[in-house]
């Protein structure tokens, strides 16, 4: 069964951090449609005001965030102790799990293009220890064949195996490049979650010309093809549906309200971390709680 198109996102202008402008393409908006993927925010701009205030130190609970970037660079730090700088073609998938503290501050560029995304984990693995992983350029699998480039951040193609291997849900998440007139198609389960965000050019789904900056989120089907129209890059993502309970507050995802006022009241009392050992940052022990 050939997958059509359920619905094209165009995402909304947004600020996030201290003042990074953004397209937050998926939100809480669209959990129910998009499980296991939570949040998408992409980043595209020329201007470094747009993007220099970073997001400084941060808590996150519960969720996995994968970031990938086109252009610019971006330095991390956390309270694992883990500091480095995602470059170009480069990636960061970190494990928030029980409790992280982060921040991921921008460095002025010619051009920020780039995406990150929330990865839900499963109710019974939220409080799993944090952990990071960081992928350069050289390292990315990639598979080519002529006029098709696909960059494996995670999952499986062309008999490829991406670098990330996760421990709690396994999507696909790809970085596309395309020729004109090309295509990308693959087999995927039924009842999976597809969707894809246009950087650049255009795609032919069925009978719909896609432009760029919009996301497609596909309708159910074990068979899924586009076609570019124009030189184009997309991401893709594919993922197994969790079909839990979401309780979403700020930068923690939850399956109830109850645990996100736990989470909140241990950020206020200096107890949110759970790792035995915490380096390089200062605990925050006040946060607001959104509820």
């Given at each position: 069964?050939?997958?059509?198109?359920?619905?094209?996102?165009?995402?909304?202008?947004?600020?996030?951090?201290?003042?990074?402008?953004?397209?937050?393409?998926?939100?809480?908006?669209t959990i129910n449609?998009?499980?296991?993927?939570?949040?998408?925010?992409?980043?595209?701009?020329?201007?470094?005001?747009?993007?220099?205030?970073?997001?400084?130190?941060?808590?996150?609970?519960?969720?996995?965030?994968?970031?990938?970037?086109?252009?610019?660079?971006?330095?991390?730090?956390?309270?694992?102790?883990?500091?480095?700088?995602?470059?170009?073609?480069?990636?960061?998938?970190?494990?928030?799990?029980?409790?992280?503290?982060?921040?991921?501050?921008?460095?002025?560029?010619?051009?920020?293009?780039?995406?990150?995304?929330?990865?839900?984990?499963?109710?019974?693995?939220?409080?799993?220890?944090?952990?990071?992983?960081?992928?350069?350029?050289?390292?990315?699998?990639?598979?080519?064949?002529?006029?098709?480039?696909?960059?494996?951040?995670?999952?499986?193609?062309?008999?490829?195996?991406?670098?990330?291997?996760?421990?709690?849900?396994?999507?696909?998440?790809?970085?596309?490049?395309?020729?004109?007139?090309?295509?990308?198609?693959?087999?995927?389960?039924?009842?999976?979650?597809?969707?894809?965000?246009?950087?650049?050019?255009?795609?032919?789904?069925?009978?719909?010309?896609?432009?760029?900056?919009?996301?497609?989120?596909?309708?159910?089907?074990?068979?899924?093809?586009?076609?570019?129209?124009?030189?184009?890059?997309?991401?893709?993502?594919?993922?197994?549906?969790?079909?839990?309970?979401?309780?979403?507050?700020?930068?923690?995802?939850?399956?109830?309200?109850?645990?996100?006022?736990?989470?909140?009241?241990?950020?206020?009392?200096?107890?949110?971390?759970?790792?035995?050992?915490?380096?390089g940052v200062e605990?925050?022990?006040?946060?607001?709680?959104?509820?």
């Open positions: 069964m050939k997958r059509g198109i359920q619905e094209i996102r165009r995402g909304f202008d947004g600020m996030d951090g201290a003042g990074v402008k953004l397209v937050r393409v998926l939100s809480q908006a449609k998009l499980d296991p993927f939570l949040m998408l925010d992409v980043f595209d701009s020329d201007n470094y005001l747009d993007y220099i205030a970073g997001f400084p130190m941060h808590p996150h609970r519960g969720i996995e965030t994968i970031t990938y970037l086109i252009s610019g660079a971006i330095e991390h730090q956390d309270s694992l102790g883990n500091r480095g700088t995602i470059l170009p073609g480069g990636t960061q998938w970190m494990t928030a799990g029980s409790g992280i503290m982060h921040q991921e501050m921008p460095l002025k560029s010619e051009a920020m293009i780039g995406f990150q995304l929330w990865l839900n984990m499963p109710q019974k693995d939220k409080m799993q220890p944090p952990a990071y992983r960081e992928v350069n350029e050289d390292q990315m699998p990639v598979y080519t064949q002529p006029g098709m480039t696909v960059r494996l951040i995670s999952g499986e193609f062309g008999g490829v195996q991406g670098e990330v291997r996760p421990d709690y849900v396994s999507p696909q998440i790809y970085f596309v490049e395309l020729a004109a007139g090309s295509s990308f198609s693959k087999q995927l389960p039924h009842d999976d979650t597809a969707f894809l965000f246009i950087f650049r050019g255009a795609l032919q789904a069925g009978e719909t010309l896609v432009e760029k900056k919009n996301g497609v989120l596909f309708t159910p089907g074990t068979d899924l093809e586009v076609t570019a129209s124009e030189p184009a890059l997309f991401m893709y993502i594919e993922g197994p549906k969790l079909d839990e309970p979401v309780a979403w507050g700020g930068p923690i995802v939850m399956n109830t309200k109850e645990e996100l006022n736990e989470a909140f009241a241990e950020l206020r009392s200096g107890t949110f971390l759970k790792t035995s050992e915490v380096r605990t925050l022990n006040k946060y607001p709680n959104p509820f």
